[in-house]
């Protein structure tokens, strides 16, 4: 499966992520939260739909209610990896203070001195740092770590 990107109608893309969402298609489109509560889309006129066929789909998504088109580079439908499309919604949610990980969950270190090692995610610790629970020594720690450091096992 693969994300497509698709171009809506100026300030139509909440109307084209609820009717493609309506229509049973995985939609993503991240969205920016204003110091005064409202919300924009991060990609003016953007958006992400997820799909194993494209043909499958495409005269539904073309003729949705707030779509504009599929977007195409040359001969080349435009598409995005899993992995942007995990960054951003890592990244989207990190901002509205929405936390990454469950507690109890277990996570892994990806950098610094703990590099590597196992914890358990407790709870977020501020905007940008979570508490975890180390084995060192024998002996369980909790530490203050940055959020961004972890990584879900």
Not at 22 to 28: A, G, I, M, P, S
Not at 85 to 108: A, H, S, T
Request: net charge positive; with cysteine.
């Amino acid at each position: 499966m693969s994300w497509y990107v698709v171009k809506t109608k100026a300030r139509q893309e909440s109307r084209a992520v609820d009717h493609l969402t309506n229509q049973d298609l995985e939609v993503y489109c991240p969205w920016l939260v204003r110091k005064n509560g409202r919300r924009e889309a991060l990609f003016t006129s953007y958006l992400f739909v997820r799909l194993s066929s494209l043909s499958a789909h495409f005269h539904t998504i073309k003729n949705t209610r707030g779509v504009l088109k599929m977007l195409k580079f040359g001969e080349w439908w435009a598409q995005v990896d899993d992995q942007f499309v995990e960054y951003l919604r890592f990244k989207e949610n990190g901002f509205r203070g929405v936390p990454i990980f469950e507690p109890d969950q277990e996570v892994i270190i990806k950098d610094g001195p703990f590099k590597g090692v196992e914890a358990i995610y407790l709870c977020a610790d501020g905007e940008a740092r979570a508490m975890v629970l180390l084995t060192l020594l024998g002996r369980k720690q909790s530490v203050v770590i940055e959020e961004s450091l972890l990584k879900a096992i």
